[in-house]
């Protein structure tokens, strides 16, 4: 099984999806989405910048004061 996204509802009626590992373990969960057609967008838009989306690597990056 891969992994799956799960789109509910949230205790305040609003849409969210949730990015959920092979294991069970949830790897995300949405901001709150008004309407369901918008939080299905949201998934499209989060696959695909998964495949096409760069690592930055910024543990070197020193905090600034």
């Given amino acids: 099984m891969a992994a799956l996204f799960e789109l509910f509802m949230d205790e305040d009626d609003c849409f969210r999806f ?6 069970g373990e949830v790897m995300l969960t949405s901001v709150a989405y008004a309407y369901e057609d ?3 967008a949201g998934i499209w ?8 989306g760069s690592i930055v690597d910024l543990t070197d990056l020193k905090p600034t004061a």
């Fill in 18 to 23: 949730r990015l959920v590992a092979e294991d």
């Fill in 38 to 40: 918008v939080a299905i």
């Fill in 45 to 52: 838009a989060m696959r695909e910048a998964a495949v096409t």
